[in-house]
């Protein structure tokens, strides 16, 4: 056994893992973790790093347009966009929410603290290059439509490209 | 400092990641060798330029407190 291993021809070892890359897979549509989710991706690309946001499932409405209200083509994606309305500036907080009144306050600290909004690091991540993908799989399901978000966004695309491109980086799901 | 400083960025009152953000977008903008001094309030930039330093390759020369203001002087790494 070990002289058949010493006579295999010497293959190179395999590259050491640079952790330049970083994928957040960003599941959540609310205040406290699209917040989070866009202070991480935009300090990731600020350290270099390629840096990829793949938004699913409840995490694809703060990428609705501000300005757009009902979406979807039948009644249950009508009711759907109704009750959870998109855009990064009507967030909801997953905890102490009181009717909007939560985040209303959240923002007004956040000012006082000179601390971005995710409006701002939305827009930050774009100029820094992060990439931002929303899944073609829930836009489907929740009847999103490409002009019912914002731009600067990546082609819509499914688990794949969202894997292969987490491959050999640093992987978030919040 | 007798280091030619080309950029001065004054980001006092800035919290958690705007500081590093900021920096590194300037960072961008100057040649390699080339030296940022950067002024901040944010207790966390601290860590975070040591941070940024370490994994991007830069130098962060200076890094000291003055009156409650932080104090950063960054070296760009060459190309």
Same mark, same amino acid.
């Given at each position: 056994?070990?002289?058949?291993?010493?006579?295999?021809?010497?293959?190179?070892?395999?590259?050491?893992?640079?952790? $330049?890359?970083?994928?957040?897979?960003?599941?959540?549509?609310?205040? $406290?973790?699209?917040?989070?989710?866009?202070?991480?991706?935009?300090?990731?690309?600020? /350290?270099?790093?390629?840096? =990829?946001?793949?938004? =699913?499932?409840?995490?694809?409405?703060?990428?609705?347009?501000?300005?757009?209200?009902? =979406?979807?083509?039948?009644?249950?994606?009508?009711?759907?966009?109704?009750?959870?309305?998109?855009? $990064?500036?009507?967030?909801?907080?997953?905890?102490?929410?009181?009717?909007?009144?939560?985040?209303?306050?959240?923002?007004?600290?956040?000012?006082?603290?000179?601390?971005?909004?995710?409006? &701002?690091?939305?827009?930050?991540?774009?100029?820094?290059?992060?990439? *931002?993908?929303?899944?073609? /799989?829930?836009? $489907? *399901?929740?009847?999103?439509?490409? &002009?019912?978000?914002?731009?600067?966004?990546?082609?819509?695309?499914?688990?794949?490209?969202?894997?292969?491109?987490?491959?050999?980086?640093?992987?978030?799901?919040? | 400092?007798?280091?030619?400083?080309?950029?001065?960025?004054?980001?006092?009152?800035?919290?958690?990641?705007?500081?590093?953000?900021?920096?590194?977008?300037?960072?961008?903008?100057?040649?390699?060798?080339?030296?940022?001094?950067?002024?901040?309030?944010?207790?966390?930039?601290?860590?975070?330029?040591?941070?940024?330093?370490?994994?991007?390759?830069?130098?962060?020369?200076?890094?000291?407190?003055?009156?409650?203001?932080?104090?950063?002087?960054?070296?760009?790494?060459?190309?």
């Amino acid at each position: 056994m070990s002289v058949a291993t010493l006579d295999r021809p010497q293959v190179a070892a395999p590259k050491p893992q640079v952790e $330049d890359k970083l994928t957040i897979f960003a599941w959540s549509g609310e205040l $406290d973790k699209i917040w989070p989710t866009l202070i991480l991706a935009t300090t990731g690309a600020a /350290m270099g790093k390629e840096t =990829t946001v793949f938004f =699913t499932f409840w995490g694809l409405f703060p990428l609705v347009k501000n300005d757009v209200r009902i =979406t979807g083509e039948n009644w249950m994606q009508k009711m759907l966009s109704m009750m959870n309305r998109g855009g $990064d500036e009507h967030l909801k907080l997953s905890k102490m929410n009181f009717v909007g009144a939560g985040p209303a306050m959240m923002g007004h600290l956040a000012k006082e603290h000179h601390v971005a909004s995710p409006h &701002e690091l939305m827009e930050a991540a774009k100029e820094l290059g992060v990439h *931002l993908i929303p899944c073609q /799989m829930t836009m $489907d *399901l929740m009847g999103l439509k490409k &002009e019912d978000l914002i731009d600067g966004l990546e082609e819509p695309a499914g688990a794949t490209k969202a894997l292969a491109d987490a491959q050999g980086g640093m992987t978030l799901f919040i | 400092m007798s280091v030619a400083v080309v950029m001065k960025l004054d980001l006092k009152g800035l919290s958690c990641p705007l500081p590093i953000i900021k920096t590194a977008k300037a960072m961008k903008s100057i040649y390699p060798g080339e030296y940022i001094e950067v002024f901040a309030t944010d207790p966390g930039s601290v860590p975070d330029f040591k941070a940024w330093a370490q994994s991007t390759g830069n130098s962060l020369v200076e890094s000291d407190v003055q009156d409650g203001v932080f104090h950063f002087v960054l070296r760009k790494k060459e190309a």
